[in-house]
């Protein structure tokens, strides 16, 4: 019998995870200017987009109007898109509902509704240029090349403005097939690199 792989090994650790409940697949995705600057700040844009996905479910749920109550999820950053280009966005397996906050009872979401969509991508991009703009303040970001103005304050505040008026993508459906098969569709892009050898056409002169 053949040793499980690394992915299947992690693919069968997360279905262990699963309750017997629907589940959504939530996707967070940043604009392309912001996209741009996570591509010369990878550690502390990534760390933000985790950040602000995870305040965003675990407020949301929190509020009565909503759940009311604490939220769990499954988070997986992927940072292309199928055109290979840069493109971060968080992948989200969450349940279909939340526990209360005495921990007592489970508190069940309408039935193939997770959340309001506009109001999860208003407090998301609300959250991340917040925390954007205070990494920029610390001087934790560096830009070089195209970006390398953006150094300066009034610069940064310029892309950032109107970032804080367009509308950043969030969406959520229940998962194909079940929980399981997002987690397998998931676990397809955490044990590898964007371009297997399988689609590398040749290589000459380092190109």
């Not at 996905?53 to 407020?59: G, N, P």
């Not at 290979?84 to 193939?112: E, F, K, M, Y």
């Amino acid at each position: 019998k053949c040793q499980a792989t690394a992915r299947e090994r992690w693919i069968a650790a997360r279905e262990a995870d699963l309750l017997p409940i629907p589940y959504f697949h939530v996707v967070f995705t940043v604009p392309a200017e912001i996209a741009a600057i996570a591509y010369q700040n990878k550690a502390p844009v990534y760390a933000i987009l985790f950040d602000a996905v995870a305040e965003t479910l675990k407020t949301i749920g929190a509020d009565p109007r909503h759940l009311g109550g604490e939220l769990g999820f499954i988070a997986i950053l992927h940072t292309w898109g199928q055109t290979l280009t840069h493109h971060p966005h968080i992948h989200c397996l969450v349940p279909g509902g939340a526990l209360s906050s005495d921990g007592q009872r489970w508190i069940a979401c309408r039935p193939r509704f997770f959340l309001p969509i506009p109001v999860l991508s208003l407090l998301f991009r609300r959250l991340f240029l917040a925390r954007l703009q205070a990494a920029h303040d610390a001087g934790r970001l560096q830009f070089f090349g195209a970006l390398a103005e953006l150094i300066t304050k009034r610069a940064f505040d310029d892309v950032l403005r109107p970032m804080r008026k367009k509308s950043w993508v969030v969406y959520a459906k229940p998962p194909f097939g079940s929980p399981a098969h997002v987690l397998t569709y998931l676990g397809r892009y955490t044990h590898r690199v964007a371009i297997a050898n399988s689609r590398i056409v040749s290589i000459a002169d380092g190109s």
